[in-house]
């Protein structure tokens, strides 16, 4: 392979996704199950993002952290910081942050209205 | 047998999570050299590509006509990844050689399970010793399935040949989980087969004997 040649191929321009102002709500359930995670310290924020990959193609992303690279939309919801990256903010406006309280299969989930479809296990969606 | 020119495009794919973002896309494990396939959420094939890593960067070699179809695939799951995608196809052509083949240092080679890939500066051209005709027979023989005879997006991977290109640890990429099912339930649908001619909906058609992909109680 010419290597020169690949370091001057021509960049394939991408239609990078719209940026949408997010909106996004917390369930009851996982306002409890934040404040516990977070114990106190509202300096740090939810990062809700989305990862390529999964069954289904995308996959959610929750982190706490104290901050990002990612260049992000910051929301105040219901007295958390949430951050929410715009590379993915096309995915992710409208979503519902749940959880889920069982054994198997438990913990934050995510109800996504741009969701054609989930995989099983509920962590990928396309 | 010898040596082939092949309708291919060469993607380069650069950034430090080009590994993971090819990884987690397509079928095989790619942590280095290696085939894999992409596949949509349905578990059809988009393509199959060689994986070539040149140290900084990745070269995915694919089938032509299926570039476009990869690209859409891929672009609208960058997202915050370091990923940066370039066409070197207009550059650089693809062989395949049956056999083992000296070659000059500019051009790139790997022995893969369908012979040796290489992919050479159009300023170093290879002299093809093999036609259509000979390359389907060699097909034939080995139960080679190509991309645009048996690989097309009616085809899930098990079912076109492709079931070794199916990793069966890697964990989660598009289409995984029915490809799991498929496999773990025993029902896989359809099957690759050899089949002395006359062959009934050949995919690939030999002197004596022909591909078909056929239904399957397996």
Redesign the interface.
């Known amino acids: 392979m010419d290597c020169n040649t690949c370091d001057t191929a021509p960049a394939i321009v991408l239609n990078k996704p719209e940026v949408v102002n997010v909106t996004l709500t917390i369930t009851t359930k996982a306002k409890e199950m934040l404040d516990s995670a977070f114990e106190g310290d509202m300096s740090h924020a939810l990062l809700v993002g989305v990862l390529s990959g999964g069954c289904s193609g995308y996959m959610y992303d929750l982190q706490i952290v104290e901050s990002t690279d990612q260049d992000c939309q910051e929301l105040s919801v219901d007295g958390f910081r949430v951050l929410v990256p715009n590379a993915s903010s096309h995915l992710l406006d409208g979503i519902e942050i749940d959880y889920v309280d069982r054994l198997m299969g438990g913990g934050f989930k995510i109800n996504n209205p741009n969701a054609a479809s989930s995989c099983g296990c509920g962590e990928s969606f396309s | 047998m010898g040596v082939i020119k092949l309708n291919s495009y ?1 993607l ?1 794919i650069r950034g430090s999570d080009r590994f ?2 090819v ?3 397509s079928t095989n494990k790619v942590e280095g050299d290696c085939c894999t396939v992409f596949t949509t ?1 349905t578990a059809k094939v988009i393509d199959m590509v060689d994986v ?1 890593d ?1 140290g900084e ?1 990745l ?1 995915l070699v694919g089938h032509n006509h299926f570039k476009n179809d990869v ?1 859409e695939h891929m ?7 370091d990923i ?5 196809s207009q ?2 052509s693809v062989y395949l050689s049956t056999t083992d083949i000296e070659v000059t240092d ?3 080679k790997r022995n893969t399970w369908r012979g040796w890939v290489l ?5 170093e051209l290879i002299n093809e010793t093999m036609d259509l005709q000979d390359f389907n027979e060699y097909r034939v023989m080995n139960m080679i399935p190509h991309q645009g005879y048996e690989i097309t997006s009616n085809n899930h991977p098990l079912a076109c040949g492709l079931g070794h290109l199916v990793h069966e640890a890697k964990g ?6 029915i490809l799991a099912r498929m496999r773990s339930r025993g029902r896989q649908g359809k099957q690759l087969v050899r089949l002395e001619n006359p062959v009934e909906n050949a995919t690939t058609l030999g002197k004596t004997h022909s591909l078909a992909i056929v239904r399957t109680s397996i």
């Open positions: 060469v380069i993971k973002f990884d987690g896309l959420t070539i040149m960067f070269a690209l672009h609208k799951r960058i997202l915050s990844q940066q995608i370039g066409d070197a550059n650089n500019s051009v790139t992919v050479t500066p159009n300023s989660c990429y598009i289409g995984q989980e």
